[in-house]
């Protein structure tokens, strides 16, 4: 299994962006899939979550700006951002647990990140 994550650069505060994930491999279902966040010189934290059956889970940080969605037949997750801060400047990173496969239950498969970077 492999988490391809996309849609990061370089955007100015106020605006909006959109980034996704796509999940391949010989995957059956995914119970959560979700977006972290690593600024620099902090630690990796959780930034919004969603399960199969579309419950959420928000950083309350980030609540009202942030919406995540999925798609489970394609097995991808995107996050939209909007009224972008310069604190929201930081490597995003997808995940997916409670991975099913053709051989069995994993428990998380990481992406390989997206960088975004807020201007002021």
């Known amino acids: 299994v492999q988490l391809q994550a996309s849609g990061g650069g370089l955007v100015q505060a106020g605006g909006s962006l959109r980034l996704s994930c796509t999940a391949s491999g010989s995957i059956v279902s995914i119970n959560v899939m979700g977006w972290h966040r690593q600024a620099p010189g902090k630690e990796r934290e959780l930034v919004a979550e969603i399960t199969s059956g579309g419950n959420i889970n928000y950083r309350d940080s980030v609540k009202g700006r942030f919406t995540i969605s999925r798609d489970n037949a394609k097995n991808t997750v995107s996050l939209k951002i909007d009224s972008l801060k310069p604190e929201d400047t930081a490597v995003y990173f997808c995940?997916?647990?409670?991975?099913?496969?053709?051989?069995?239950?994993?428990?998380?498969?990481w992406g390989q990140g997206t960088e975004l970077t807020v201007s002021s």
């Open positions: 995940n997916a647990l409670g991975v099913t496969t053709f051989k069995g239950l994993h428990d998380i498969y």
